[in-house]
């Protein structure tokens, strides 16, 4: 069994990203839409899916969600427009060129 990784659009402008196991995203999505559970997105109802991909390993669902989070704003909107040129920009290394030495 695989699972699905995706990301929704809050009403505040945030992002949600988040995981479900299964064949099929829709009910995962519409407990989301009506605030089945407490949670992040709750009270940032409505929301709405602006990403998603399928993985048939839950491990690689699983490692792939925990990157995501940890991307910045950014980088999010730039897979959602699937932009693969600004991931690549946004990945790189924001310190700067190593100094030169004199």
């Known amino acids: 069994m695989g699972a ?3 990301m929704l659009l809050c009403r505040d402008g945030s992002y949600y990203v988040g995981s479900a196991t299964g064949e099929d995203l829709a009910p995962r999505i519409a407990q989301h839409k009506s605030g089945a559970y407490p949670g992040y997105t709750f009270s940032r ?5 602006v990403w998603s991909e399928y ?25 959602i427009n ?8 946004l990945s790189k290394r924001r310190a700067g060129q190593p ?4």
């Open 4 to 6: 699905f990784v995706y």
């Open 45 to 49: 109802r409505p929301v709405q899916l």
């Open 55 to 79: 993985f048939p390993r839950i491990t690689d669902a699983i490692a792939t969600e925990r990157k995501i989070k940890g991307w910045s704003r950014a980088k999010k909107a730039a897979l």
């Open 82 to 89: 699937n932009d693969c040129n600004a991931i690549t920009a």
């Open 99 to 102: 100094k030169n030495k004199p």
